[in-house]
């Protein structure tokens, strides 16, 4: 038989417990990582995105400009 006092139940109860919250816990740490990680590849992501769009609307002056001189020079003959 067991011997199942209310005190041994009560015993197993709080190591359940104590299992449980050091199994949250490490859950917690793992999640402020995973998150830690993100936020730094958004950053990132923003960066490259912002010199991105810089090189576009450089890319994008420069055909203007190449197409205007096209055109002068199409105007001129």
């Known amino acids: 038989m067991t011997n199942s006092t209310p005190q041994s139940v009560t015993e197993q109860e709080l ?3 104590e299992v449980r919250l050091e199994e949250l816990v490490s859950s917690i740490e793992r999640l402020k990582e995973e998150n830690r990680s993100l936020r730094n590849q958004q950053d990132s992501m ?4 912002a010199n991105l769009i810089e090189k576009n609307e450089m890319a994008r002056s420069r055909v203007e400009a190449m197409i205007n001189r096209l055109k002068a020079m199409e105007q001129g003959v």
């Open 46 to 49: 923003v960066s490259e995105r």
């Open 15 to 17: 190591l359940k417990l």
